[in-house]
């Protein structure tokens, strides 16, 4: 995951090299008439389709709520816990992620806008389009500025200093994947950042706690309290409590993957902060195109994903309504293939795999991994142990041992 930029100094191969500044000029004017084709068209089917999906997503977690007063009877239980898990997932993913993307501002319906729309997440709206919005998709994966690239908690690149402590990076990243929502409001929060620079009495911090945990407050009340309390006549208090724990759960599991998906999967690049600096419409394009990657697969996990399985698609066009990426996403990858550029898409398992792979090569020293096998791992084991309790020298020389040693069997 070396950045772009140092590919050429390492003497790799940067996927871009072979463009020229008219390439990429061009690369920007054609995907600007992708935009425009798809501006022109949208209408009344597109309107249709977000409040289809609204009225079932609401049909399905009043079903499924239904149900789950009556969980103490273990068929409802599993029928009730996936329906509500579903509905979660589509609340968050599908509506709630797009509508606040503005991508169904264009109707002009006050109950469907991004001003007003509100979802089951513990991060408040207009905190998360913030750092959604206009901190992650102005800067994707640029190291340092980009914050969606390991939220704060992961190393994301071989550049950065390997330390003892990244060894429990796959730790972290499953317990954020479980507690996802909670994950997600710390870092819209920047609670990392403010604690770090000793701003936590700052009234504007104050004010945005106030804003989550009245939200979490909220969530939980609905989730923990009202809905179990309401099973209560059918002995169901315990398994509604459950279903309603295990629905969030899945739901954060789900989303993490699909977000882990479009950033973090080998052959996804990332870029230096030097690099935007007077950044061209065409170039930015370029960074959105290299620095995402697809999940290939069925309509209904399309549908699931909120889309964002086209999430090159959706950083290109983020304001374009959903439902048509999958319209545009042939014509996307025909000018990938134009230009000679690697458009990465690949089924979901695969994707998950390749991303969880590139989280735990890189909680390792660089080279680690790519030089031990089963033959010399007693020793490899035997190097990280000195590598996690010795002193940063021996962290540096051990380390450049590793590089070394990694280069000359590439």
């Not at 022109?40 to 999906?53: F, M």
């Not at 969030?248 to 977000?259: E, G, K, M, T």
Request: net charge positive; glycine share 6%.
């Amino acid at each position: 995951m070396t950045t772009i930029q140092k590919k050429a100094v390492l003497g790799q191969t940067s996927p871009i090299a072979h463009l020229t500044e008219a390439d990429i000029e061009q690369i920007g004017i054609e995907l600007d008439a992708i935009r425009q084709d798809v501006l022109d068209s949208r209408g009344a089917s597109d309107a249709a389709y977000i409040r289809r999906v609204i009225d079932t997503q609401r049909k399905i977690e009043l079903g499924s709520r239904a149900v789950l007063l009556f969980s103490a009877f273990p068929p409802a239980w599993v029928l009730g816990t996936a329906g509500l898990s579903i509905s979660k997932i589509l609340d968050n993913m599908e509506i709630g992620h797009n509508i606040l993307h503005g991508q169904w501002d264009w109707m002009r319906d006050p109950k469907i806008h991004s001003s007003t729309w509100e979802w089951d997440m513990a991060s408040p709206a207009e905190q998360w389009k913030h750092s959604h919005n206009e901190l992650h998709h102005t800067y994707t994966n640029v190291i340092g500025k980009d914050n969606d690239l390991g939220y704060g908690i992961m190393r994301v690149d071989e550049d950065q200093t390997w330390t003892p402590a990244s060894l429990a990076q796959p730790l972290f990243c499953f317990i954020n994947a479980v507690f996802f929502e909670y994950g997600i409001a710390a870092y819209d929060l920047e609670l990392g950042a403010v604690i770090k620079k000793k701003q936590t009495k700052d009234p504007e911090f104050r004010r945005r706690v106030k804003a989550v945990l009245g939200k979490i407050r909220k969530q939980a009340t609905k989730d923990y309290v009202v809905h179990p309390v309401l099973s209560i006549p059918t002995g169901s208090f315990v398994p509604t409590l459950a279903a309603n724990f295990t629905a969030n759960v899945v739901r954060n599991l789900w989303s993490n993957s699909v977000i882990l998906c479009g950033h973090f999967p080998e052959g996804v690049e990332t870029f230096e902060k030097r690099s935007i600096e007077g950044e061209s419409k065409g170039e930015w394009y370029v960074r959105q195109m290299l620095g995402s990657a697809n999940i290939s697969g069925s309509k209904f996990l399309h549908l699931m994903t909120g889309n964002l399985s086209h999430q090159i698609e959706h950083h290109l066009f983020p304001d374009l309504p959903s439902n048509r990426y999958g319209e545009i996403a042939p014509k996307v990858q025909a000018l990938f293939e134009k230009y000679d550029l690697t458009y990465c898409a690949r089924p979901m398992p695969q994707q998950v795999a390749s991303a969880w792979h590139k989280v735990i090569r890189l909680s390792l020293p660089n080279g680690w991994l790519a030089t031990t096998n089963k033959k010399n791992a007693p020793q490899q084991l035997a190097i990280l142990y000195k590598m996690a309790t010795g002193d940063r020298r021996t962290r540096r020389l051990l380390g450049r041992k590793l590089e070394s040693e990694a280069r000359a069997a590439a």
